[in-house]
């Protein structure tokens, strides 16, 4: 089994940076591929980016891509999400998951694991 808990939410400015944490409990963190979604009231969630469990790979929503920046430290069990440039439209509920089937890890129902979010509220 795995636990996520995620961190570093907040209210900023738009254009402003945050940087997200998902640290996770169980021996077997490194063999899994590691996600972020967000999520805003009465949509579904969304896929954000990824990165294998080797780091080997990564791949980003089009709506993040070149301004998210996904990483991980597998001796602290942790992820990461650096966020600049951030808009009002990054406004979400943002979860950290984690999934063995590198093929599904852009689709909600393809990760084993979720955290239990972070807001990220971004102001105009």
């Known amino acids: 089994q795995v636990q996520l808990v995620e961190s570093g939410g907040g209210l900023v400015q738009a254009g402003a940076s945050l940087r997200l944490s998902c640290t996770a409990s169980?021996?077997?963190?490194?063999?899994?591929?590691l996600g972020w979604f967000r999520q805003t009231p009465g949509k579904e969630r969304e896929f954000v980016g990824a990165?294998?469990?080797?780091?080997?790979?990564?791949v980003y929503a089009d709506s993040v891509k070149g301004r998210f920046t996904i990483s991980r430290d597998n001796a602290k069990n942790t992820v990461y999400l650096q966020m600049n440039s951030l808009k009002p439209e990054d406004t979400a509920v943002y979860f950290c998951?984690?999934?063995?089937?590198?093929?599904?890890?852009?689709?909600?129902?393809?990760?084993?694991?979720w955290g239990q979010g972070t807001q990220v509220t971004v102001s105009s």
């Open positions: 169980g021996r077997t963190f490194s063999s899994y591929n």
């Open positions: 998951a984690a999934g063995r089937t590198w093929s599904l890890i852009t689709r909600a129902g393809g990760n084993d694991y």
């Open positions: 990165i294998k469990w080797s780091g080997s790979s990564i």
